[in-house]
Nanobody, 115 residues
Framework: QVQLVESGGGLVQDGGSLRLSCLVPGILFSSDRMGWYRQAPGKARELVATITIGGIVTYADSVKGRFTISRDGANKSMYLQMDSVKPEDTAVYYC?????????WGQGTQVTVSS
């Protein structure tokens, strides 16, 4: 079992910035894929961004050019830098680790963008 811990959520104004962090304990494997998902009220959970151990990143079209995913192996952490946020970015954000087709999730952190 892998326990992921997110932090960094909160209230931010339209056009502002916020950085989310996720602690990913234990050893990482070359096939691991990490990412951020979000779930707004009344909507399904959706992919925001992913990153491989090798550093290959992907983004949802809705956040391209505004959000940046990164990881720091030394600190066993993954980050989501959110810039130029919009009210539609309001959601609970979840850290994800996909290992051998098994998904591990953090507890989620609320991000609220005020207009």
């Amino acid at each position: 079992q892998v326990q992921l811990v997110e932090s960094g959520g909160g209230l931010v104004q339209d056009g502002g910035s916020l950085r989310l962090s996720c602690l990913v304990p234990g050893i990482l494997f070359s096939s691991d894929r990490m990412g951020w998902y979000r779930q707004a009220p009344g909507k399904a959970r959706e992919l925001v961004a992913t990153i491989t151990i090798g550093g290959i990143v992907t983004y949802a079209d809705s956040v391209k050019g505004r959000f940046t995913i990164s990881r720091d192996g030394a600190n066993k952490s993954m980050y989501l830098q959110m810039d130029s946020v919009k009210p539609e970015d309001t959601a609970v954000y979840y850290c994800n680790l996909n290992r051998d087709s098994t998904n591990y999730w953090g507890q989620g952190t609320q991000v609220t963008v005020s207009s």
